[in-house]
Structures are given as structure tokens and as C-alpha cells.
T-cell receptor
Framework: EDKVVQSPLSLVVHEGDTVTLNCSYE??????LLWYKQEKKAPTFLFML????IEKKSGRLSSILDKKELFSILNITATQTGDSAIYLC????????????FGKGTKLSVKP | NAGVMQNPRHLVRRRGQEARLRCSPM?????VYWYRQLPEEGLKFMVY????????ESGMPKERFSAEFPKEGPSILRIQQVVRGDSAAYFC?????????????FGEGSRLTVL
């Protein structure tokens, strides 16, 4: 069965810390892996990864994919309270367009 | 605001009633997707629609659930004879008709509570 597993499920850090969120997957026909940030509103897109070893970076956030070991990590450096959110990992497994398998998310809380 | 618009944001129904959730895609988008998020669970794909066509409904429960995206107006997710297990957040997402690059644009969700 296709699945996406995120760890940890929750994490509490202090401002300024660096965090690493993990996403592993088992799917039949991998096309891409996506990261989203979900606050109390709509999930917002962060990154899409298709190739191994190529880091995607946006400000203090970065992500990389390992297609051999079937996982991705999302790094956040110098965390701020505004980074508090649920981070979702999703995989395009080769179904119809937009049919993604999501993990349960990692709830990140950044304390001042 | 040209984002994906969902309404109502919150809906309370009693068991056996009908729930209708609406979604207007982002301006210029013609593809709509519905996802359901149960408590403590990840987002689960339900259905993918284009204007007047259901492309993939593999994630829709076989009974009581239906979806449409008419030529004019918003996409509608309809749940008949709701049960407590239907209580969830229902998210709509949209994407462009051409040049899909993998990114889905999500609405803020409709939270259904069944009493």
C-alpha cells in the first residue's frame, strides 16, 4: 500500500533553534514530493522536489530529496514564532493529476 | 482576493441531513480537487474535477457523496444523510488547466460537524 510517513508528529523548540522534519515514502510510481505549511488557514506550498540530491531553498527553509533511500527532509534554520504550523509532506504517486498522498504532518511549535 | 474560496467555513448538521460545500477555484484555474482531513489524519484525496467532468473519483465513498463542477458557478461537494463519521475538514484545491507543475492551491477548508 502506498504511504507517506512523517516524523516527528510534533516538535517544540525555542526561537533561534534549527529543526529538521522528516518524510519517508513508499509508493509505486514516484513522480514528485511536495512540502506544504498549514497554519490555521489554507495549506500553502513550500517546495516540490523531483530529483535526488538537489536542495531547494527559500529563505530559512530548505529541503532535499533522497530517491534511493525514499525520504526527504525539511530544514528550518533560526526558527521564529511565525514558523509555528503543521508541515505537510505529500507525494505524487502516479495517480491522476492532483491526486497526492499526504502524511499526517509534523506540528511545530516555536516558543519565544 | 483571487485565492481559492470555500464556503461555508463552518457547517453544523444533524445526522440524516444534507451538507453542501462550495468551492470557487483561483482565478484562471479550471481544475478542482477535494480532500478530506479527519481528526489526527492526513489529507485524503476524494475527487478531481474539470468543468462539467469528473476525472477521478477514486477517493469518494461509494454512497452518499457526490461532487460536481458545473459550467457556471462553484464546485459543490454534496453529502447526503450525514453521519457522525463525516465530521471533518473538507479542503478544496485548484490548479491551472494547462501547464500543471504539481502545485495545488488550497482553500481554507470547510469544517463539517455532525451532531
Amino acid at each position: 500500500e502506498d504511504k507517506v510517513v512523517q516524523s516527528p508528529l510534533s516538535l517544540v523548540v525555542h526561537e533561534g533553534d534549527t529543526v529538521t522534519l522528516n518524510c519517508s515514502y513508499e509508493v509505486t510510481n514516484f513522480r514528485s514530493l511536495l512540502w506544504y505549511k498549514q497554519e490555521k488557514k489554507a495549506p500553502t506550498f513550500l517546495f516540490m522536489l523531483t530529483s535526488s540530491g538537489i536542495e531547494k531553498k527559500s529563505g530559512r527553509l530548505s529541503s532535499i530529496l533522497d530517491k534511493k533511500e525514499l525520504f526527504s527532509i525539511l530544514n528550518i534554520t533560526a526558527t521564529q514564532t511565525g514558523d509555528s504550523a503543521i508541515y505537510l509532506c505529500a507525494v505524487d504517486y502516479g495517480g491522476s493529476q492532483g491526486n497526492l498522498i499526504f502524511g499526517k504532518g509534523t506540528k511545530l511549535s516555536v516558543k519565544p | 482576493n483571487a485565492g481559492v474560496m470555500q464556503n461555508p467555513r463552518h457547517l453544523v448538521r444533524r445526522r440524516g441531513q444534507e451538507a453542501r460545500l462550495r468551492c470557487s477555484p483561483m482565478k484562471g484555474h479550471s481544475h478542482v480537487y477535494w480532500y478530506r482531513q479527519l481528526p489526527e489524519e492526513g489529507l485524503k484525496f476524494m475527487v478531481y474535477l474539470q468543468k462539467e467532468n469528473i476525472i477521478d473519483e477514486s477517493g469518494m465513498p461509494k454512497e452518499r457523496f457526490s461532487a460536481e463542477f458545473p459550467k457556471e458557478g462553484p464546485s459543490i461537494l454534496r453529502i447526503q444523510q450525514v453521519v457522525r463519521g463525516d465530521s471533518a475538514a473538507y479542503f478544496c484545491a485548484s490548479s491551472p488547466g494547462t501547464g500543471f507543475a504539481g502545485e495545488l492551491f488550497f482553500g481554507e477548508g470547510s469544517r463539517l460537524t455532525v451532531l
